[in-house]
């Protein structure tokens, strides 16, 4: 996964419960990614993160939050979550300089 | 994705090649890529191509681009059972961002 880790791997939540995915690069890039992937949707871009300090929003924004307080680490935050966000996260770093972006493992979440 | 489009199914045989075909709608997009995904994993970069390239070749797949219909394919020739995925086609668009197709998934039988 090209030094892209994320946790937790699973997560189950209730309704209205929050809860923070944590993305974590071993290198040293500008721009991450977090997307979610859904059963014939492919994949989808919630926010991103083009340098330290800055994120702008993707394609599904809405219900999320994202910190980007260094350059390695870029979080998402579900405030309040609901069963339309179950779904697989993937985080993704695009190496600084390169066309190329490399995904996490993903963090399966079950919201009930 | 709804703007990249790609089929669900493909079912081959073992060492006969799959073609996956990927069309998409933003023409002045730069590059195109190629992903793999197997069950329960992440996604892996398998190839790209940039927009003014007709054709890439990397050993067993080859990426054939045509910008006038906004048509990719990747053809995977000798086609093996470890090849059975969920394949995806990505548009970049400004700022670096993916617009995914919905996948493809390929099934390889003995």
């Known amino acids: 996964n090209a030094g892209v880790t994320q946790t937790p791997k699973f997560q189950v939540l209730k309704t209205g419960q929050s809860m923070t995915l944590q993305c974590a690069q071993d290198?040293?890039?500008?721009?991450m990614y977090w997307y979610r992937q859904d059963p014939g949707m492919g994949l989808r871009l919630i926010y991103y993160s083009a340098s330290e300090g800055t994120t702008d929003k993707g394609e599904v924004p809405n219900g999320y939050n994202v910190s980007r307080l260094n350059k390695r680490e870029f979080s998402l935050r579900l405030e309040s979550a609901a069963p339309s966000q179950t779904s697989v996260y993937f985080c993704a770093v695009r190496p600084d300089g390169s066309y190329e972006q490399y995904f996490g493992p993903g963090t399966r979440l079950t919201v009930t | 994705g709804e703007d990249v489009e790609q089929s669900l199914f493909l079912s081959v045989r073992e060492g006969d090649s799959s073609v996956i075909n990927c069309t998409y709608t933003?023409?002045?997009?730069?590059?195109l890529y190629w992903y793999k995904q197997e069950p329960g994993a992440g996604l892996q970069l398998l190839t790209y191509?940039?927009?003014?390239?007709d054709m890439k070749q990397d050993q067993r797949l080859t990426v054939l681009l045509n910008k006038k219909d906004k048509h990719l394919s990747l053809r995977i020739a000798d086609t093996q059972t470890g090849d059975s995925a969920i394949y995806f086609c990505?548009?970049?668009?400004?700022?670096?961002?993916?617009?995914f197709g919905q996948g493809t998934e390929l099934s390889v039988k003995p």
């Open positions: 933003d023409s002045s997009s730069t590059y």
């Open positions: 990505a548009e970049r668009r400004q700022g670096g961002k993916l617009i």
């Open positions: 290198m040293n890039h500008n721009s």
């Open positions: 191509i940039f927009s003014n390239m």
